[in-house]
């Protein structure tokens, strides 16, 4: 696992049959949103609960009905995911048998499912909620996250004017896809974090019941909230972002660009800050990535990045992008020795980034080798932080 900010949680399993049932996050919802939720928060190193209020939750009926979706949106690792929720369905029924059936909880670690048990009651306890599921049991939770629709559910929650998060479509007028914690499968659109928070009302996340991206995402905003003892106000948009690039979840969402490609999260990084911008057409977000790279879609972009950029594009004007230009560039934005740079590019340019060209310092870069280069040498996605509208912070 790569620079998780959850990786050293300790996992304390609840006890199936206390009458407090006590865990880091509670996923109201039975729907794709639910467990795409429910999977990050336990791959995030903090336990769910899983409550569905009716119909309750089947895998078998997701892979004869959404196999295809699933399987297009959770590619490679995600993939393992599904297998994972598999495994501890397998670990829960097992379970199950040996008890004595008259509870419903499924008891894993980290991920429990309590199916078709509607909710008495639900109220603030603390910082976090209690969700009373019979007059003697409740359930304690420090993030509640509600994936479900049901009017009797929303209206036990007491808080007027709750809506689900809205989306953005992409475009560069305004900066706010710099917040992206997920791009939307086959459309421009996008979730900001800040679309996801709820103003004036902390710990508490309400999302559409049918969507696997919002699912995740709402997922590792809730876990990191509970993991860190923190509002969901206090998020951090970097860690977020990256605990989600880390399990493979596009946050923009460009339709060539598939989670296999050997320089996905490059370009996701790169895509993420603007530096390359995508082109939107018949309502899809393309990110060309073998299109040549221009002096003047770049220019600017790394001067609002880096303030040395803007002496070294006053000193090289209307220069062609090229491997050699660009190495030039990082290595004076950057601090790095030129010929120390061009080595250790020649040596990576096939074995490491898998390009399929030839290294050769006069050819004009494509925006996915621009991309590679950057991210590594510079790291803007990395090191240089947004504020809550997407504005670089220097």
């Known amino acids: 696992?790569?620079?998780?900010?959850?990786?050293?949680?300790?996992?304390?399993?609840t006890l199936i049959f206390a009458q407090t049932i006590k865990t880091d996050v509670l996923i109201l919802g039975n729907a794709d949103a639910a467990y795409s939720s429910g999977l990050?928060?336990?791959?995030s190193s903090a336990s769910v609960v899983i409550l569905t209020q009716s119909n309750p939750f089947s895998l078998d009926?997701?892979?004869?009905?959404?196999?295809?979706?699933?399987?297009?949106?959770?590619?490679?690792?995600?993939?393992?995911?599904i297998a994972y929720i598999k495994d501890l369905e397998k670990k829960s029924t097992q379970t199950k048998k040996k008890n004595t059936g008259k509870d419903k909880v499924d008891g894993i670690k980290l991920f429990k499912i309590i199916n078709d048990t509607p909710i008495v009651a639900i109220e603030r306890s603390g910082s976090g909620w209690e969700a009373k599921i019979s007059k003697s049991k409740s359930i304690k939770a420090k993030v509640l996250v509600?994936?479900?629709n049901n009017d009797k559910l929303l209206s036990n929650l007491n808080i007027t004017n709750l809506k689900p998060v809205r989306l953005s479509a992409l475009n560069y007028t305004e900066n706010l896809y710099r917040t992206t914690i997920s791009g939307i499968t086959g459309t421009p659109n996008f979730l900001s974090l800040y679309h996801l928070l709820i103003p004036d009302q902390e710990n508490l996340l309400y999302i559409n019941p049918n969507?696997?991206?919002i699912g995740q995402a709402a997922g590792a905003t809730s876990a990191y909230a509970a993991f860190f003892k923190t509002?969901?106000?206090?998020?951090?948009?970097?860690a977020i972002q990256g605990e989600l690039l880390t399990y493979k979840l596009p946050l923009m969402p460009f339709v060539d660009v598939k989670v296999a490609?050997?320089?996905?999260l490059a370009i996701q990084k790169i895509g993420i800050t603007g530096i390359l911008k995508a082109e939107i057409k018949n309502e899809r977000a393309f990110f060309n990535p073998e299109k040549e790279v221009t002096n003047e879609e770049i220019k600017q972009p790394i001067k609002d990045y880096y303030y040395k950029a803007q002496i070294w594009f006053d000193d090289h004007k209307d220069v062609p992008i090229n491997l050699e230009n660009t190495i030039l560039l990082v290595s004076y934005v950057g601090n790095k020795a030129v010929e120390a740079t061009k080595t250790e590019l020649q040596?990576?340019?096939?074995?490491?980034?898998?390009?399929?060209?030839?290294y050769d310092l006069k050819r004009v870069l494509t925006r996915r080798e621009f991309s590679v280069i950057i991210n590594e040498y510079l790291k803007p996605f990395d090191q240089v932080n947004v504020d809550k509208t997407g504005r670089v912070i220097r």
């Open 61 to 81: 009926k997701i892979k004869e009905t959404k196999s295809a979706e699933i399987y297009k949106i959770y590619e490679n690792v995600q993939l393992r995911g």
């Open 40 to 43: 990050q928060v336990s791959r």
């Open 146 to 148: 509600v994936a479900d």
């Open 261 to 264: 490609d050997s320089n996905w």
């Open 1 to 13: 696992m790569k620079k998780l900010f959850f990786a050293f949680a300790c996992l304390i399993p």
């Open 211 to 213: 969507s696997i991206e």
């Open 231 to 238: 509002k969901t106000s206090l998020s951090n948009l970097k």
């Open 347 to 358: 040596k990576k340019w096939n074995s490491s980034y898998k390009f399929p060209s030839k």
